[in-house]
């Protein structure tokens, strides 16, 4: 059986994924060098940056910086956001699937990070100067262990989700992250019609 790692979350357990899912997650910027995570069977976290098979993801990452380098905040869960685009407000459409937790919680939240409408039961509009990825962290805690969540920032054909497991997301990775492949499908299949 192949290896596999859990992330710890603000004292949730996340897994389990296996090593492709995990460097996804580092291209993703999804998984930093200070996030906790532990191999299948282990019950003591360590930081990511120390496991020894995404030390040198994090090595390589610091190696690629030229130049002095200013400190990265640190991240936030919950509250406000530091106003993070410099090219201006990215536009999020963001859906749950709320099934252990009151989705009010959840709207507080979005309300806190920009101008925001809601338009179904459980979608949203955003327009928000912080990133996708804040954006992410911060709903994320106001999320139970049956709950999902889906992102996308339109304005910069980026998307994050939470919690549908590991074949969805999977799948949601492969399809988002290669359209022209998808696309030229589409289009061999209308031809044929």
Known sequence: MSES???SVGGRTYGPYTVEQMRAFHAEK?????SLVARAGEE????ASEDPEFAALFQQAEESVSGPREPEAPARFGGRPQLESPDG???FVIIADMKSR???GL???IV???KAHRFGPQAWVLSSEASLNTVRMALVQKLGKLDTLF???AARDRAAWFNFGPETDTRIRRIWSRPSEYAGTEKRSETRA
């Open 30 to 34: 999804r998984l930093a060098a200070h």
């Open 112 to 114: 806190l990070l920009g």
């Open 102 to 104: 009151s989705i009010a």
């Open 151 to 153: 992102i996308v920032d």
């Open 107 to 109: 709207e507080d939240e």
């Open 5 to 7: 790692w859990t992330i």
């Open 44 to 47: 003591q976290f360590r930081l």
């Open 89 to 91: 407000p990215s536009h």
